[in-house]
């Protein structure tokens, strides 16, 4: 089952019974400032030799930009073509740690959620040869259909508004066949009724790659290797019927750590268990994507009817992103088109777009996701670069530092009127920076300005809710939801994680609001709950309205240190793995011979003295 459950991708999921935040995976389509770009590019980017010119340093940036991240840690294949041909094909870091095997362009890697795409071209392909419409109602195609679900149809499968919810406590690999995939999915209660609300579902596709079987006679990868992949020339794509060889394979890794690949998991004969098949874990090289790609925008896998319905916006996903079948979708004036979709099941990450009216592809794979999140927005970055040359985000360029360079940076510094303090410590051969005190909390970890105001305000409602929670009282924590949580969901959590809690770190004692940072998107608050033997923080996400309300508890949760790395003896850079952007410090001293620092740049930065 392919879902974002990990420190690692955009936070659409969050602990809470809000409708809208129980999506186990959210697709990242790009965002809307790419859309317009594409928009800009198609009527401004003139055809001439100066295209040349453009396209090589394209390259240059985008090969020292993603050098940099290789140095930081980052491994994986970027693929971008234009018109058909790649302008940048190329592999960073290593596929294969223990047998220092480099990525390429060849490299076999997983993608995810992409698979979905190839399950919705079967089931049009199927349409196309008079087999099914996708407008059929399941009781079709399954048998004993209970009686809410029997209004589902085939594109409400297809566009994730079925209602039909994921295995509750199944694995991708836990070993279930077809039939008793069919009976376990259809028993399960629905999320809303069919047709109502979209919510992402993996186990709608699986339903999907069923129907296929049943209906072609062969095995789901036998089905696509048949019509598309080896007709197409994409002979390196599927589960396990390509010849790859293991040297081929990359090795997923987690916190240095080897997880290995999808294909060395409990697989059935002809593929995965259905908690996976045709939802996800389909195997490809970038070259197969682009192949793929080609054959999309040139029409030859499926009719020009078909062809439309893959691509029609048919249902809205949050924002101006919109569902098609499998695919997510952005449309701008003129009908220009951004098609998107990504998958990852949190080691493995894969990042396809498409915009067919200027022939432009981008396509990305990784095997640290979970230690590298920069790769999650890796796309929008080179998108940007190319459509609008916008220039990449800041990534420090680390040198050496010595360790015993690092030492008389350490201490406590104090800002300015008792606003509060940063530590700073070193941390191997970088420093960690810790802030006390609220102002230095959001400093230290807002992406913008934060008004003093709000952030009092935050602090002072979570820290209600949380001592009324500690008692058994959950209404304030129901009232900061603005009451779109059920009051028993947010009680049984809360008593769930606290057990939990409790179990490893002993009785819970006090707790603390470390302080409230600002992102792009939302505000996030940091509680801190200290435990007999421990402390364990949790950050609650706000929305961006004039009254704030809760949206739920992070996933991935805000680190309250914050790695710097070297970029000189004075000059520092934060990287927390591409979370956020990078922030500039740097140490100085005054008239006095005190020892300051600057942290930020511009008007969002300030200054602390080591007293």
């Given amino acids: 089952m392919e879902k974002q459950n990990h420190p690692g991708f955009s936070e659409a999921h969050y602990e809470s019974g809000h409708p809208a935040m129980k999506a186990k995976f959210r697709i990242q389509a790009l965002v809307p400032l790419l859309v317009a770009a594409a928009l800009a590019f198609t009527a401004a980017r003139p055809s001439s030799a100066s295209d040349a010119e453009q396209d090589r340093q394209f390259v240059a940036d985008t090969r020292e930009y993603l050098g940099r991240l290789e140095k930081l840690g980052f491994s994986g294949v970027v693929l971008v073509a234009v018109a058909g041909d790649p302008v940048l094909a190329q592999g960073y870091g290593l596929a294969d740690r223990e047998h220092a095997i480099p990525w ?137 019927l390509p010849a790859w060889g293991e040297a081929r394979l990359a090795m997923g890794y987690q916190g240095g750590t080897l997880w290995g690949t999808i294909l060395g998991r409990p697989m059935d004969v002809d593929g995965p268990y259905w908690v996976l098949r045709a939802n996800g874990g389909i195997h490809s090289s970038s070259y197969d994507m682009l192949r793929w790609a080609r054959a999309l925008m040139e029409g030859r896998v499926l009719k020009p009817e078909s062809m439309a319905k893959l691509w029609t916006p048919f249902v809205p996903e949050g924002g101006d992103s919109f569902y098609g079948y499998g695919w997510s979708i952005r449309t701008l004036p003129g009908d220009v088109k951004v098609i998107t979709h990504n998958g990852s099941n949190g080691i493995f990450f894969a990042d ?218 004075t000059e520092f850079a934060s990287w927390d793995g591409g979370f956020r952007p990078s922030k500039p410090l740097r140490f100085e001293r005054d008239a006095g011979g005190r020892l300051r620092l600057r942290l930020g740049a511009g008007d969002q930065s300030v200054e602390a003295v080591r007293k």
């Avoid at 609001?513 to 007999?532: H, K, M, N, P, Y």
Wanted: charged share 25%.
């Fill in 104 to 240: 390429s362009p060849g490299t076999i890697s997983c993608t995810g959620s992409i698979t979905k795409q190839f399950t919705a071209a079967a089931i049009l392909k199927l349409e196309e040869e008079g087999k099914l419409r996708v407008m059929d109602p399941i009781t079709q195609y399954f048998s004993g259909v209970p009686p809410d679900k029997t209004r589902i149809t085939l594109h409400q499968l297809l566009t994730h508004t079925s209602g039909i919810e994921d295995l509750d406590g199944r694995d991708d690999y836990d070993p279930i066949g077809r039939e008793d995939f069919v009976r376990l999915a259809l028993a399960q209660p629905l999320s809303a009724p069919p047709g109502t609300h979209y919510s992402y579902s993996n186990a709608g596709f699986s339903l999907l790659g069923i129907i296929i079987e049943r209906l072609s006679g062969v095995s789901y990868e036998e089905f696509l290797r048949r019509r598309f992949f080896v007709p197409l020339g994409m002979y390196e794509t599927g589960y396990k």
């Fill in 352 to 569: 396809f777009a498409l915009i067919p009216k200027v022939n432009l592809v981008i396509f990305l794979q990784s095997n640290i996701v979970a230690d590298m999140p920069a790769a999650q927005t890796l796309l929008e970055s080179i998108g940007f670069r190319f459509l609008a040359a916008r220039p990449y985000p800041r990534v420090p360029k680390v040198v050496d530092a010595p360790e015993s360079g690092l030492a008389p940076l350490e201490g406590i510094y104090h800002m300015a009127g008792n606003d509060g303090v940063f530590r700073v410590k070193r941390d191997g051969k970088a420093l960690a920076l810790e802030a006390d005190g609220p102002a230095a909390f959001t400093v230290l970890h807002s992406v913008q300005a934060l008004d003093p105001g709000r952030r009092e305000e935050l602090g002072r409602r979570l820290d209600k809710a949380v001592t009324a929670a500690r008692t058994g009282d959950f209404r304030p924590l129901f009232e900061a939801y603005g009451g779109k949580a059920p009051l028993d969901l947010l009680k049984s959590h809360w008593q769930e994680f606290i057990e939990q809690a409790e179990k490893e770190n002993g009785r819970l004692r006090k707790h603390e609001i470390l302080g409230t940072a600002r992102t792009a998107e939302r505000d996030e608050t940091v509680v801190r709950l200290v435990f007999e033997n421990g402390t364990v923080e949790r950050t609650y996400v706000w929305s961006f309205e004039e009254k704030p309300l809760v949206q739920g508890v992070s996933v991935r949760g805000l680190k309250t240190r914050l790695p710097f790395l070297p970029e000189s003896a």
